[in-house]
């Protein structure tokens, strides 16, 4: 395979691993450039933009990139760089922005361009660089940017240049220091996986040391240091992160780890009888099933306010995981167990929820949300935190599932929320309501699987709408409730599209429901995107 090392022996401790750090100025692409240089099989992570060099160097990385950003190098506000990262005798590969930055300061020029670049655009490579070998003397790629570099700092040279820029890319291969105009990351760069694959391998020199099964030994090992003799509980809910930490867990550590499975009455049909069987009877993973169904419900009594719903179930979900945590110690003791006891709580915190966490602490990128998995737990549950797969993101915690032998219908099932079904039915949330929703759910799920379509899509699911209308049904007018269907695509929550179904597919998922379902006699499909809309729909 071109571009490719011949060494690709895998290293065995954390340590020797290859690693690229990725400094965050902001950009959108920032995730696709991690996940692109993991696409490699050499490990990434994302750091603030203004770590200091000194803790680079103590890192190790074998290259340095310099994500874009929304800024103007040359705004007063402008997020800035440690130029001592410049001489540190590691490679840096400056994008968009982060090559502005470079030019900036090692003495070059940049200047706001009268013709800005957006989409689509041509590059003619010139001298033989390392970073388009084996490409070709021009390919497409994809811009977005408003200034250029007009000046190269000294000791550089044009690498490639497009009709708007004599400096597409620059390099100075004696520093090892290059940069980029365009985003060889993204999809509409086509080859711009090669320039990646020549910067990690032809200019850092990393090893493909990056493997899932490699990740896995690592984990195991770190959480036995971490863990000790001690116990661990984790919250199983039945998706795909949480499930695997499960079985990563019960690979490091066996019967230390307990899992606790709430029945918040919210689930999906049979999701309790799977995950016993699939955790209990299958991985023989020790597993404490709560049914807290009425409970949950009797709480939601008369809730409408999709906010007031989360938060109650929210609030109830760690009061039930609590004393749950206290039958268990209480069990132990009643059995002469006194030696060790519950300290740590497992979480399927993913590195999307960390680099989030990064923003919150001043990253220039736009902050929408903080996670709930990073930022510690309710002061009163005094437990110390294992995220075996916080390193990890969502396609990869997917491959880890299929390697620790988890079946597919766990780990490639779609996002589920939280709340459960209590966001999927707008107003109350009552038993009879939840019937409704849970057989319509499960014919939009069967129809999916049977069309091949569940895994192609994001998200397919069913919404109860507090909505009556007329209807015929035999020689009887109806007055009943109103199922919307949500099919959406995405490749990380953060926008979505809706699904183009075949009609065919529509009608027959339409068709079934208003037969099968009692009190449903008209269904409607949700063709709006997010942004502006959500995928749930509270």
Request: proline share 5%; aromatic share 8%; hydrophobic share 40%.
């Amino acid at each position: 395979m071109d571009g490719l090392p011949e060494d690709n022996a895998v290293m065995s401790t954390p340590s020797a691993h290859s690693k690229i750090q990725i400094l965050d100025f902001g950009s959108q692409y920032t995730q696709v450039i991690a996940r692109r240089i993991r696409e490699c099989q050499v490990y990434s992570e994302i750091v603030r933009f203004d770590v200091d060099a000194r803790e680079i160097a103590a890192a190790k990385p074998n290259g340095i990139v310099l994500s874009g950003g929304p800024a103007s190098v040359y705004d007063k506000s402008a997020p800035q760089v440690d130029p001592a990262i410049f001489s540190l005798g590691i490679p840096v590969l400056g994008i968009c922005y982060g090559m502005q930055l470079m030019a900036q300061h090692l003495g070059g020029q940049v200047e706001y361009s009268e013709r800005r670049e957006y989409g689509a655009g041509m590059l003619h490579v010139a001298n033989g660089s390392r970073l388009f070998q084996g490409i070709g003397e021009q390919l497409d790629i994809w811009s977005s940017h408003g200034d250029k570099v007009t000046a190269l700092p000294p000791g550089f040279r044009a690498a490639a240049h497009t009709e708007n820029s004599r400096f597409a890319a620059i390099e100075n291969p004696e520093t090892d220091l290059y940069g980029l105009q365009f985003h060889p990351e993204v999809a509409h760069t086509p080859r711009g996986k090669e320039i990646i694959q020549n910067f990690v391998y032809h200019v850092c020199h990393c090893a493909m040391d990056w493997t899932m099964g490699s990740f896995i030994d690592e984990s195991c090992d770190r959480v036995r240091r971490q863990v000790g003799d001690e116990k661990v509980v984790l919250g199983l809910s039945g998706g795909v992160d949480s499930s695997v930490v499960a079985a990563l867990l019960h690979k490091a550590i066996g019967d230390q780890l307990t899992c606790i499975f709430v029945n918040n009455g919210l689930l999906r049909a049979r999701e309790d009888e799977i995950v016993q069987r699939v955790f209990g009877e299958n991985f023989h993973i020790k597993l404490k099933y709560v049914d807290a169904s009425e409970r949950f419900l009797t709480k939601l009594e008369g809730v409408t306010d999709p906010e007031q719903k989360r938060k109650i179930i929210g609030g109830e979900f760690i009061d039930v995981f609590k004393h749950a945590t206290e039958e268990l110690l209480a069990e132990d003791r009643a059995n002469g167990s006194h030696g060790h006891h519950y300290r740590f709580l497992a979480q399927g915190t993913l590195y999307p929820d960390v680099i989030e966490s990064v923003a919150i602490g001043g990253n220039p990128a736009h902050v929408i949300k903080s996670h709930h998995n990073v930022g510690g737990l309710p002061e009163e549950m005094h437990f110390e935190l294992v995220e075996p797969v916080r390193q990890l993101f969502k396609d990869e915690v997917r491959q880890a599932g299929l390697q620790l032998g988890l079946p597919k219908e766990i780990v490639h099932r779609q996002p589920f929320p939280g709340p459960g079904l209590a966001v999927r039915i707008l107003g109350e949330v009552t038993p009879e309501r939840l019937q409704v929703l849970r057989d319509a759910d499960t014919i939009v799920a069967s129809e999916m699987e049977a069309s091949d379509w569940y895994y192609r899509v994001w998200q397919s699911f069913a919404v109860l709408l507090p909505v009556r209308s007329v209807g015929v049904m035999g020689d009887q007018r109806t007055y009943e409730n109103t199922i919307a269907l949500r099919v959406v695509e995405s490749q990380d929550g953060m926008t979505a599209d809706w699904v183009r179904l075949p009609y065919e597919l529509l009608a027959r998922i339409s068709t079934r429901i208003i037969n099968e379902v009692k009190g449903i006699n008209r269904v409607c499909y949700d063709i709006s995107s997010k942004p502006p809309s959500t995928i749930e729909w509270e």
